[in-house]
């Protein structure tokens, strides 16, 4: 099974979360310049920060972003949704300092609260 790849965007200037249109890899600027569907122009990663969907949902439908700050139930607590490069993969970043594969929480209770540039009171660290 494949997952969807599509991106979201976090516009810093206006502090809002915008769907990615397209993306386009700079070779020589060695950046990804993004085009959402608020705005006709492309925009580097200084002013608009990227993040990918998961492939997956949460317990209500609504899909997850790297980013975003889930309630885990089975632990009680709220974690972040961050790529680890290293490993080539999601993992749950915990408020009490623990890292978990996201993969072993699918399935068990998680549901978006909010994200990490609205809602970092979500995030005790």
Not at 73 to 96: G, H, P, R, V, Y
Request: proline share 0%.
């Amino acid at each position: 099974m494949q997952r969807e790849i599509k991106f979201r965007a976090w516009d810093k200037e206006n502090e809002e979360m915008l769907k990615v249109e397209d993306l386009h890899w700079d070779y020589t600027a060695r950046d990804f310049f993004i085009k959402t569907t608020m705005y006709s122009d492309y925009f580097n990663t200084d002013e608009m920060a990227l993040m990918q969907y998961t492939g997956l949902k949460d317990k209500n439908g609504v899909e997850i972003y790297e980013g975003d700050i889930v309630y885990v139930a089975s632990e009680d607590e709220n974690a972040k949704i961050t790529w680890c490069q290293e490993a080539c993969k999601f993992i749950l970043e915990f408020d009490s300092d623990w890292i978990s594969d996201f993969d072993s929480f699918y399935g068990k209770d998680l549901e978006v609260m909010g994200n990490m540039y609205s809602n970092r009171e979500l995030l005790n660290n």
